[in-house]
């Protein structure tokens, strides 16, 4: 099956600690990014990479940092600088013939005790 | 700051009806438009994209674009009640592939 899988589907953690999130994508996209999703909100995007080995920061990126190396994962750290981490992250890939079209990971919610 | 801007909604529409779900957009280069489904706590689903002005047709769904209106709309036609959903529209406004997201409208269908 080609598709995004993102893990862990829940994820708690303490104030103060780091957590990392996984997305693996075997759909051969070249570009990945990670948004956040608050309750009654948009999405809003915090990094995003369009090649492996390279990435930029979006719209809300402190707090967060990623890495790309290798085309079929992105993983997002939260960090404890991060001030408001409980959300809904979801990672997308893009790639091939409609270039534009972003297809989704199923998310992973992060709470803060 | 470029913005997509949604009713929130409800939308509340009967069983068999059509909904009409609108979405405007501020930066006038966008390219390409996008229609997003998104079930309460599920992730977004891409059940539409449109290039071009005019509709654009896929099963009970059509999507309208009008660049110079600066407007994009989604018809869902013979509304189900599994079409109860939130309806996200994404605009790439050009340049690599990012989309700027409405906060969506959430439509409801009643049997």
């Known amino acids: 099956d080609g598709g995004i899988t993102q893990s862990p589907k829940y994820l708690f953690r303490k104030e103060g600690q780091n957590v990392t999130l996984s997305c693996e994508q075997n759909l051969n996209h070249d570009a990945m990014y990670w948004y956040r999703q608050d309750p009654g909100q948009g999405l809003r995007l915090i990094y995003y990479?369009?090649?492996?080995?390279?990435?930029q920061k979006g719209d809300i990126a402190e707090g967060y940092s990623v890495s790309r190396e290798k085309k079929e994962s992105f993983p997002l750290t939260v960090t404890s600088a991060q001030k408001n981490p409980t959300a809904f992250y979801l990672c997308?890939?893009?790639?091939?013939?409609?270039?534009?079209?972003?297809?989704f990971g199923p998310g992973t919610r992060l709470t803060v005790l | 700051q470029k913005e997509v801007e949604q009713n929130s909604g409800p939308l509340s529409v009967p069983e068999g009806a059509i909904a009409s779900l609108n979405c405007t957009y501020s930066?006038?280069?966008?390219?390409?438009f996008f229609w997003y489904r998104q079930y309460s706590g599920k992730s977004p689903e891409l059940i539409m994209s449109?290039?071009?002005?005019g509709d654009k047709e896929d099963g009970r769904f059509t999507a309208q674009l009008n660049k110079a209106s600066q407007y994009v709309s989604l018809l869902i036609r013979d509304s189900q009640p599994s079409d109860s959903a939130t309806y996200l529209c994404?605009?790439?406004?050009?340049?690599?592939?990012?989309?700027?997201f409405g906060t969506g409208t959430r439509l409801l269908v009643s049997p």
């Open positions: 990479s369009q090649i492996v080995n390279d990435f």
């Open positions: 930066d006038r280069g966008s390219q390409s």
């Open positions: 997308a890939s893009a790639g091939g013939p409609s270039y534009n079209e972003q297809f």
């Open positions: 449109i290039y071009s002005n």
């Open positions: 994404a605009v790439n406004p050009g340049g690599f592939q990012k989309l700027v």
